[in-house]
């Protein structure tokens, strides 16, 4: 009894802050996905229309339970604004576990490439011609170009935030590399005046060099000569404009950097969101400091490699120690977690930890410990979430009522079903007992569902529409 009372008042101290906190530290929540949703179209550097894509990831209530509006996560991914995808392994992962933390996560691919150089650049260096830029401008253009794409993808969700269950007043944007660039970009980029010059009209460029052609960004495409290069419009683009307020809670920078000064202005009433950055002062790709980019790894090729310096590439970079000391120098009021490690590129080609051979097997435009940065980077957000629940056992509100019916109930080998959902894109899902999915189909407006294939025992038949968890009901198979 002592020892009973002992662990209440002990409980009763811990500060319900902390409580909340781990709800969205901790592993709690299965995941569904939904793979290639596009959420908009835009004009890449060529010209060209794409059509951009998402997938979605959503933490799994329990049969009792109703989802509560969840903070969103959107992940983006790194590769030089040149290459990557929504697919990239480690992106996926970080969407995964953060559903699972009882997030709606999300990951985009979003415009890629730049006009090329019309010169031919040659080294024995992997796709080393792919990194020549007609001129400095395209890095911008790039840059400014993804930037859209996620603000577009951010509001696609606050546009149906009911129906996905995300509590706009608590978004959170991610990146790894030119991802990061991206994520500071979405959350800081709110003025105008902020608009990089270089995305305004350009003046015509030459296409690009044939040797050039295989680059990914150029796949499949047929360039004219000259090629315009108009004006980008405005910071936000042109996907899914909304008229509803929401609020970027934080920012995950991982090993990304700034084309300028994105903390000096904030528009007057929109809270600062935090930002987290994780960074290498030994990365050859994307400064800490502030320098150009690439500026390490052209001098790897320069002093070992006997090929040019990447020319065409000076953007300056603000990295996030740069950033970080503008934020403390003029006051500006943003709230930072800065990880930073201590090797330094050694400028040496052989010799020295981080050395440009050292780094061909160990990169420092990389994570140190994937493990720990996830961990750490979960802890900083989960302080900023002001809502307390992913599921919920109070009764949900749709736009619709969901009615279904099913019989018989217990069932030997069809299951009926009637029902009045009128989209599309409705589901069924069956799961066991232990919350492994089992089963799955397209809902019709009336279905028989031949489960003779399952086991005698206890299922649960989940019913979705667009993304959201509409039904559960317990089916008995005897």
Known sequence: MLMKNLIVIFLSLIPSTFIIAQQWINYQYKYDSLLNVPYGSAVDFNGDSKTLTMDIYQPICSANENPSKRPLLLW????????????????????????????????????????????????????????????????????????????????????????????IDNIFVAGESAGAFVALGAGLMDMESERPSQTFAQP?????????????YNSGKTFSNPIQRPDLGTIEGSIEPTTLNFTIKGIGNMYGAMLGDLLKSTPLGKKKPVIYSFHQPCDLV????????YSGLSWCFTNGYNCFGITNNQIKLYGARAFSQWNTKNNYGFTLKNEFTTINFPYSFIFG???????????????????????????????QISNLKTCSTSTSTYDIEPQVTTYPNPVYDYINISHNFNK???????????????????????????????????YFLQINDLFSDRLKLKIVKI
């Not at 015509?204 to 990914?216: D, E």
């Not at 981080?354 to 302080?383: I, M, T, W």
Request: net charge negative.
């Open 76 to 167: 983006i991914h790194g590769g030089a604004f040149l290459a990557g995808s929504k697919d990239d392994q480690t992106i996926q992962i970080l969407c995964k576990n953060f559903a699972k933390r009882g997030y709606v996560t999300a990951t985009i691919n979003y415009r890629l490439g730049f006009v090329s150089d019309d010169r031919a650049w040659n080294c024995a260096y992997p796709n080393y011609n792919c990194v020549f830029a007609t001129d400095s401008t395209e890095w911008a253009r790039a840059y400014y170009r993804a930037i859209q794409d996620a603000k577009g993808a951010i509001r696609y969700f606050v546009n149906r935030h009911e129906q996905v269950n995300v509590d």
């Open 204 to 216: 015509v460029t030459p296409k690009p060099n044939a040797n050039s052609f295989s680059c990914i």
């Open 286 to 293: 994307v400064p800490i400091d502030s320098s150009f980019v």
């Open 353 to 383: 930890e981080r050395s440009c051979l050292d780094q061909v097997q160990n990169p420092c435009h990389a994570y140190d410990n994937f493990g720990l940065r996830e961990k750490n980077l979960a802890q900083f957000f989960a302080s």
């Open 424 to 458: 599309n894109d409705a589901q069924y899902k069956i799961y066991d007992i232990m919350g492994r999915l089992v089963m799955t189909g397209d809902l019709p407006e009336s279905l028989q569902i031949d489960i003779s294939i399952l086991n005698t025992g206890v």
